[in-house]
């Protein structure tokens, strides 16, 4: 800062030094995502983590729910992460991975829609949104970057996008450890004729039923409604409230 600072008085037509810190290995980095396969790259620590996410389309839009527990290998390393991450009025992005490439992509997302809205004088679709993301993550397969993406949207539409760029459409997506059972729970309610209270039940008690089995996912269920006037958070319940109120209904 100081340096900056004196920068700065030396002359105003003079611009002041910043200092960019160097990437080791930059011409073999570009050569191993450029030419040929990509080859793994190990890390210096394993890297365990858990979540769960949802998504499903109904009639009234499309829900996307997902837990709030970042869990780093058998620990619990913060209880209320935010994992739906709004990047305009009509897209929400449900994140699993690691919380740091997750965080970076959808600031890259966000920043590369708003420029193209800057540029063109119009929104980028669902689809070329996914299609952008997915062209950003192809280059750095094989090198264990870890986000996983759903996008919901106007249409509406549910776009799966996996870290190494793989993008695929349909009506129910579910990732993250505890995914196989917030499956078991959507498929055996989820219909296109649902109303959007019976819709955002079925998307907060699966992911609630992930969380009660799945050890790396919990803390609270967050839950948003995608809908033609946008996107509506709406709610953020603690499990162990809902494990009560559970179970006194059964």
Not at 24 to 40: A, E, H, K
Request: hydrophobic share 35%; aromatic share 8%.
């Amino acid at each position: 800062y100081n340096q900056f600072q004196a920068s700065s008085k030396t002359s105003e037509n003079t611009l002041p030094h910043v200092f960019m810190p160097s990437i080791p290995c930059t011409s073999s980095f570009i050569n191993r995502t450029t030419d040929g396969p990509s080859v793994p790259t190990r890390r210096p620590f394993p890297l365990c983590h858990g979540t769960t996410t949802l998504g499903f389309i109904f009639q009234g839009g499309v829900i996307a729910a997902a837990d709030t527990r970042a869990s780093a290998g058998g620990l619990v390393a913060c209880p209320a992460v935010h994992k739906i991450t709004p990047i305009h009025s009509h897209l929400v992005v449900t994140s699993s991975g690691s919380g740091a490439d997750c965080m970076l992509w959808e600031r890259i997302l966000i920043r590369e829609i708003r420029l193209y809205q800057l540029r063109h004088g119009r929104r980028l679709s669902i689809r070329g949104s996914a299609k952008l993301l997915s062209f950003m993550l192809h280059p750095f397969k094989g090198t264990d970057v870890s986000p996983d993406s759903l996008s919901p949207n106007r249409g509406p539409k549910l776009i799966y996008v996996c870290s190494d760029g793989a993008r695929l459409q349909g009506d129910v997506f579910s990732v993250g450890s505890g995914s196989m059972y917030a499956y078991g729970v959507v498929d055996s309610g989820v219909r296109n004729e649902l109303t959007v209270e019976e819709a955002c039940e079925l998307g907060r008690r699966a992911i609630y039923q992930a969380t009660y089995r799945d050890a790396y996912s919990g803390g609270q269920v967050n839950l948003y409604h995608v809908h033609s006037e946008g996107w509506t958070r709406v709610s953020q319940e603690d499990v162990l409230m809902l494990h009560q109120r559970y179970k006194e209904q059964a």
